[in-house]
């Protein structure tokens, strides 16, 4: 087997007491709960096509579909006519404003998301689109824009033309995953993938207010990995989120894919492996794993590799379906906590088909790394009827919120040290069709759960697509 460098302490999370498990003796706030205030429309008739089991509109690791910044939000989507969309719409507002940016989604691959950011260092929106292991297209707005919301009209003269390059900056021709992350001294970071599945490498773009530079990349897809079926030497890996907390360190939650079936109990299931943790107290320069040890540096020949030590903190073979690329967020104290999923060893040792196994018996997980500095994991007792992903967000009181595909919502206490998971929404009346596309950005200021979902359709036949808005504890 593969070097395993998870302390036994750590696998215990599932079923320590609350005085454990949050750490330190804190006063209780309320309880998680939802109350929802509204739904609005961005397009009664949105492109749909199935593609790998998702929607393109809502594939729900897509950084951001849907964020707040200055008392506006904003949303991108493709409509039926395959244009780009990018509307925005006072919070709490009933209409949404939208632009066309003058680019056409090429291929019905949901992959091919759309992804924004915001360079608070000059007020201007990115928009990062339409890329699965090949070029992307590039569209940024005037600066100043998202300074000035209500001063400044919306239309499309605010958009420069679409590029095939960052303000000529040439990254890769196999780009895949755009997720823009705004820095604390108010930069914009551009974190993507080179090259393919099970072979590729992350890497992180920088935007200062007048140019982009190549960081370069920061993670290895060499190395062999070993299982108790075979070995793999190629893979990449796969972020749940990417995401600085309130005192400027960047964290991010990964599992490793590779590309040799060999590693796997049988061919239906999927090569992903283990939960991995690292972080970055230099704007993602050079990463370090749980102990603090360097193992990567962005640009250099030093690279996050699978044979790196200290990187796994849930350990769990390929043949569970775990899934890629789920959820992650952070703390009032900038503690890092993700959801993951699989299908638990109770209902047997080998998932032979990933999706149909997931949907009948796949579970999700809450890890987070405790005051003490141990991780934990608690299982959500709520099955995931889907393949798909599940979002986390935290509110300001550091409850927990699983929202499930079909936009069912679940929560935890952190007083009870998270192990008090129920259902606080069912989904009802949504008609969704999958995983939604969370606002990360909104919950803190303003204190609402707000997400984005396709309702169900069928072949190519368009959808309405809507934002939903739940009011948090004050």
């Known amino acids: 087997m593969h070097r395993r460098t998870l302390l036994a302490a750590a696998l215990a999370g599932a079923v320590v007491t609350p005085a454990l498990a949050s750490g330190t003796a804190r006063a209780a706030g309320p309880g998680p709960s939802v109350t929802r205030t509204g739904t609005t429309t961005l397009d009664g008739q949105a492109i749909f096509f199935v593609s790998y089991d998702g929607l393109v509109n809502n594939n729900s690791f897509q950084k951001n579909g849907l964020l707040t910044y200055k008392g506006y939000q ?43 950011g915001v360079s608070k260092v000059d007020g201007r929106l990115h928009l990062n689109m339409d890329s699965h292991s090949d070029g992307f297209t590039y569209v940024k707005s005037v600066a100043g824009l998202m300074d000035n919301p209500a001063g400044l009209s919306w239309d499309s003269g605010r958009f420069g033309a679409p590029q095939s390059t960052l303000d000529g900056l040439s990254l890769t021709s196999q780009f895949t995953y755009p997720q823009f992350v705004s820095t604390p001294d108010g930069k914009l970071q551009l974190s993507y993938r080179v090259a393919i599945s099970g072979n590729g490498r992350n890497a992180l773009a920088e935007y200062d207010g007048t140019k982009w530079t190549d960081l370069g990349e920061w993670s290895a897809s060499t190395g062999t990995y070993t299982s108790e079926h075979g070995s793999s030497t190629a893979r990449n890996m796969y972020l749940h989120g990417i995401d600085y907390d309130r005192n400027g360190r960047l964290h991010s939650f990964f599992t490793w894919r590779e590309q040799n079936g060999a590693v796997m109990c049988n061919g239906g299931g999927i090569t992903n492996h283990d939960t991995g943790y690292v972080y970055s107290d230099d704007r993602g320069r050079t990463w370090r794993n749980n102990a603090g040890t360097v193992v990567g540096v962005t640009g250099g020949s030093d690279k996050v590799s699978v044979t790196d030590a200290g990187l796994v903190i849930d350990p769990l073979n390929p043949d569970h379906s775990l899934m890629n690329q789920e959820s992650q967020f952070t703390d009032s104290a900038g503690r890092p906590h993700a959801i993951i999923s699989y299908v638990p060893g109770r209902f047997g040792q080998c998932t032979t088909n990933y999706v149909a196994d997931r949907t009948a018996n796949g579970r999700a997980f809450h890890v ?11 299982e959500i ?4 009827n889907s393949s798909q992903r599940t ?3 935290l509110d300001r009181y550091d409850n927990a919120y699983a929202v499930f595909p079909f936009g069912r919502i679940a929560g935890a206490s952190a007083a009870s040290g998270y192990t008090d998971w129920k259902i606080l929404f069912d989904g009802s009346g949504l008609n969704a069709f999958g995983e939604v596309v969370i606002d990360e950005t909104r919950v803190a200021q303003d204190g609402v759960l707000s997400f984005m979902y396709q309702e169900k359709s069928s072949g190519t036949t368009p959808s309405a697509l809507h934002v939903t808005d739940f009011r948090l504890p004050a």
């Open 381 to 384: 007792p709520v099955p995931l």
């Open 74 to 116: 904003y949303a991108v989507w493709y409509t039926a006519d395959r244009g780009a969309v990018v509307g925005r719409r006072v919070l709490g507002g009933s209409t949404w404003s939208t632009v066309k940016v003058g680019h056409t989604l090429k291929a019905d691959d949901s992959h091919n998301v759309i992804s924004m």
């Open 391 to 393: 979002k986390l967000i």
């Open 368 to 378: 987070r790394k405790n005051a003490s500095g141990t991780w934990q994991k608690t």
